[in-house]
């Protein structure tokens, strides 16, 4: 391939964003024309004792915008939440078409990422058990949980709620 159409193909670069504001650059720019991508997954949080499913970026703080060398790279420097362009030698890099479309793929996969697993370590913060340590099982419907513990020589299930403990 001639250099001048080099050039021409689009590739993918990765773009800095100011602290936080990945969503806004991408939207931004977005406005603006260019093709972009944010990586995100989905994960469990506790938040005020009920759990939510959130998405979050993949790698906070970045994005990945599709551009020739022959586009109009001079808006991106003025562009709300972004900071810069990663480059190296002065140059930007080009990022292979084949990580992002893995990337696309593992984001099209249904998987979220639990909250807690079965065996996982958690203290009792509150109630007659408090600071005692105990095993998660399982989920007992949206706000309550099955806990194993060893009482007096033997093992307990008990049921809490979500919001009465936390991961170790």
């Known amino acids: ?9 689009p590739a993918w670069y990765l773009i800095h964003c100011k602290a936080k504001q990945d969503k806004r650059a991408q939207d931004n720019l ?4 260019y093709e972009c991508y944010r990586p995100t997954y989905r994960r469990e949080r506790l938040s005020r004792g ?7 970026s ?12 022959h586009d109009n790279w001079a808006p991106l420097r003025s562009t709300r939440g972004v900071l810069r362009t990663v480059s190296f030698g002065g140059q930007p890099v080009a990022i292979a078409d ?3 479309d893995h990337l696309q793929l593992r984001e099209r996969e249904p998987s979220a990422q639990p909250l807690l697993t079965q065996g996982d370590a958690v203290r009792i913060n509150e109630g007659t ?3 005692l340590e105990a095993l998660f099982m399982a989920m007992d419907g949206d706000e309550r949980v099955v ?3 060893n009482i007096l020589q033997r093992e307990q ?6 919001s009465s403990i936390t991961r170790l």
């Open 98 to 100: 084949e990580i992002i």
């Open 1 to 9: 391939m001639i250099a001048s159409e080099q050039c021409a193909v």
């Open 129 to 131: 058990l408090a600071e």
């Open 147 to 149: 806990l194993l513990m």
């Open 30 to 33: 977005m406005r603006q024309g």
């Open 157 to 162: 299930r008990i049921n809490l709620p979500m």
């Open 50 to 56: 009920t759990r939510q499913t959130l998405s979050e």
């Open 58 to 69: 993949l790698f906070p703080g970045y994005l990945f915008i599709q551009l020739s060398l």
